[in-house]
């Protein structure tokens, strides 16, 4: 099966998810691209179509269309959303807005005959996807979040940094909101494959890389206005899974039925969507914290009545 994908808002984020996918041997015929400027948006996918013969991609066309264009597409990434500016210290500064631009996109998704998976990386994520995945008829296994994927990464290269090894001998993963009540699962953190974070740094030292990988965003932000590379990387990792069945496990933001919420667990993703999630066992504590973000995010979520 060939794949054709629609990006809605393509802004920084946006196309650099659609950059990131020329990038990589996927198997993708088309890409079709959505935004409210479409003169920029014909020049980004004219710029995109000329990399394309050097690219590893298979992909035919790349092209500015409209909601009527994603009838037959097989994924749909959401990224568009309020713009994210230097001075923001929340992603909830956006909930007001952001409501009102997924209202308006999933009025037009529904207007179409579009029945494939979509992919969310607007803020504030979690209520957005949310959001999105209730006016999307309930079909929680074929709506994802990009949710803490980004912000794992974030941790595992922070603690490369620290310790000094390489990104690739490190594992371990950020859960709940992507936002302020986002932790750490450090009982997931391994170096070397095998040994416990435990034996390379203090306590003192988690505290202060957690807080660095929660605020990351906003540090890259305020230096050059906008954050693109690492989610769109985070997307296209995604994208990857389900287009191949990979059936792998991430940090992604799925629906937890028994929280009534779209958060951060380790979940399973092939090509139908979400198969399982919630597949790791947090200890006492890391389940505190993910039950104190799922509180927080159900607050944002009864904050605008969806």
């Known amino acids: 099966m060939s794949y054709k994908i629609g990006i809605i808002g393509c802004g920084n984020v946006g196309i650099s998810y659609a950059y990131s996918l020329i990038n990589q ?12 400027n479409k003169e920029r948006t014909q020049g980004q996918a004219q710029d995109l179509c000329h990399s394309i013969a050097t690219s590893k991609s298979y992909i035919i066309n790349i092209y500015y269309g ?16 309020m713009p994210q500016g230097s001075a923001k210290t929340s992603r909830m500064e956006d909930i007001t807005g952001a409501n009102k631009i997924i209202d308006d996109i999933m009025k037009n998704i529904n207007s179409t005959k579009f029945s494939g998976i979509i992919l969310v990386a607007s803020n504030p994520l979690d209520i957005m996807t949310y959001k999105i995945a209730k006016l999307y ?3 929680y296994s074929k709506v994802i979040g990009s949710g803490t994927l980004l912000d794992s990464s974030r941790l595992i290269y922070e603690l490369s940094s620290k310790l000094s090894f390489p990104i690739k001998s490190i594992s371990g993963m950020v859960c709940g909101e992507h936002g302020d009540s986002q932790f750490v699962v450090w009982s997931s953190v391994k170096v070397a494959q095998n040994y416990s974070i435990d034996d390379y740094i203090t306590q003192k030292e988690k505290l202060e890389i957690e807080e660095k990988v929660k605020h990351d965003g906003f540090s890259v932000a305020k230096l050059q206005g906008y954050t693109c590379f690492g989610i769109a990387t985070a997307l296209s990792r995604i994208t990857r899974a389900i287009i191949n069945d990979e059936k792998v496990e991430f940090p992604v933001s799925t629906y937890d039925k028994e929280n009534d919420v779209y958060i951060s667990s380790l979940s399973r993703i092939g090509k139908y969507g979400v198969e399982e999630n919630k597949l790791y066992s947090f200890n006492k504590n890391e389940q505190e914290l993910y039950d104190l973000s799922c509180r927080i995010i159900k607050e944002g979520i009864n904050s605008i009545n969806i």
């Open 25 to 36: 041997a996927l198997d993708v015929y088309e890409i079709v691209l959505i935004d409210i």
């Open 66 to 81: 409209d909601y009527s264009s994603v009838d037959d597409a097989d994924i749909l990434c959401i990224t568009a959303g």
């Open 137 to 139: 008829n309930n079909q």
